[in-house]
């Protein structure tokens, strides 16, 4: 039986719905022209993000374009760590750049005591979009979650294999797993605040869960996020949870079973008909169209389009990319994926 709750809080709550509901990772960002004009107004990103009205406008702007059925919070995952006092700016063609944190004396810079007063204009931001978004649609708040983010907070700026941050839990699991805690707690208090500005699903985005072995995965990937879920169902029980620890494999079943998320959206690398069979059946699952085949449009992306409703059809399941949108998606090629969705029926 349908309710009149919001077609994607229905989708991650496994009622039966007519089609999938769609919202895309980065669905705001430098794909839309509209956006990199937005961008020119203030060049500090930063601050662009701390900046309601801007961070309001960038979020609507793919509403404005595309029917949608999720508005999600533009912010970046390194606000936490500026906010609990790391040093950190973005360098245009760089990337983030902080201060590294790699030691217990280095730990001390840390601070829970000013993180919601630092974090203001971002719950400003959700609160007014919660206003000002369509009434059918979801809006959707997010963090990092404490192993991706420490990631960048030790070894200094992005990094894909993460080998300091790796080496240094491995050598000092003490004192990485004070830094472990500190942000499970900044990354609980930050979510928990969203929700009572009026974010109705939140997402916590693992991008570099994968490339840990498979005790280190327990120990900074499970048990932090069920501790976050707990902290957060213990405040807002009916608010759902979405986890993506990006590049899991198979763990995705332990990391479903042990956090006790609400949905997980999977990466372009996990086969569909293996996901359906093992994990469909255990909560909603999101994704997972490969993000390239969205720059190259043409029959290929139907194809791709096709195989992945179909493959989810018999569950749950809300259709999202394997990863964010890369910036030289051509904007048409999103709309005709989300016209396509909204055409297909069960």
């Known amino acids: 039986m349908e309710t009149n709750e919001k077609h994607l809080i229905k989708a991650i709550k496994r009622e039966a719905i007519t089609r999938p509901p769609i919202w895309l990772m980065r669905q705001a960002g430098r794909y839309l022209p509209e956006y990199r004009k937005l961008r020119k107004q203030e060049k ?21 374009r595309f029917k949608l059925d999720a508005a999600i919070l533009f912010s970046d995952i390194l606000v936490l760590p500026d906010a609990l006092g790391q040093n950190v700016e973005f360098q245009e063609g760089v990337g983030p750049l902080l201060e590294p944190i790699r030691n217990k004396k280095e730990l001390e810079r840390l601070t829970l005591d000013n ?8 719950y400003e931001t959700v609160s007014i979009l919660s206003k000002e978004i369509p009434k059918d649609t979801t809006l959707i708040g997010f ?33 990485f797993s004070k830094l472990i805690k500190i942000l499970t ?14 974010a109705e699903i939140v997402q916590i985005f693992d991008t570099w869960a994968g490339i840990l072995s498979d005790s280190q995965f327990l120990d900074w990937v499970i048990n932090p996020t069920k501790k976050i879920v707990n902290n957060i169902k213990k405040a807002h029980p009916n608010i759902p949870i979405i986890g993506f620890p990006r590049g899991a494999g198979i763990r995705y079943i332990d990391f479903i079973e042990k956090t006790n ?7 372009n690398g996990v086969p569909i ?10 909560c909603t699952v999101q994704g997972n169209l490969d993000n390239t085949v969205l720059i ?41 994926l989300v016209e396509t969705i909204y055409n297909w029926k069960r």
Not at 44 to 64: G, I
Not at 299 to 317: A, D, Q, R, V, W
């Open 143 to 175: 963090a990092g979650a404490p192993w991706t983010v420490a990631t960048y907070m030790v070894e200094g700026k992005g990094s894909k294999d993460c080998t300091t941050a790796r080496t240094w839990a491995y050598q000092d699991p003490i004192n």
């Open 273 to 282: 008909k293996w996901a359906a069979e093992n994990i469909q059946t255990k």
């Open 261 to 267: 998320v609400d949905g997980v959206s999977l990466d």
């Open 44 to 64: 500090n990103f930063l601050k662009f993000c701390y900046t309601p009205d801007y961070a309001v406008e960038a979020t609507l702007q793919p509403l404005n």
């Open 185 to 198: 707690d900044a990354t609980s208090m930050y979510l928990i605040k969203q929700i009572e500005h009026g």
């Open 115 to 122: 993180i919601h007063k630092n974090l203001q204009n971002v």
């Open 296 to 336: 190259a449009g043409g029959k290929k992306m139907e194809e791709e389009i096709y195989s992945t409703l179909e493959g989810f059809e018999n569950g749950s399941h809300i259709f999202n990319l394997g990863h964010g949108i890369l910036p030289q998606t051509p904007p048409e090629n999103v709309l005709k």
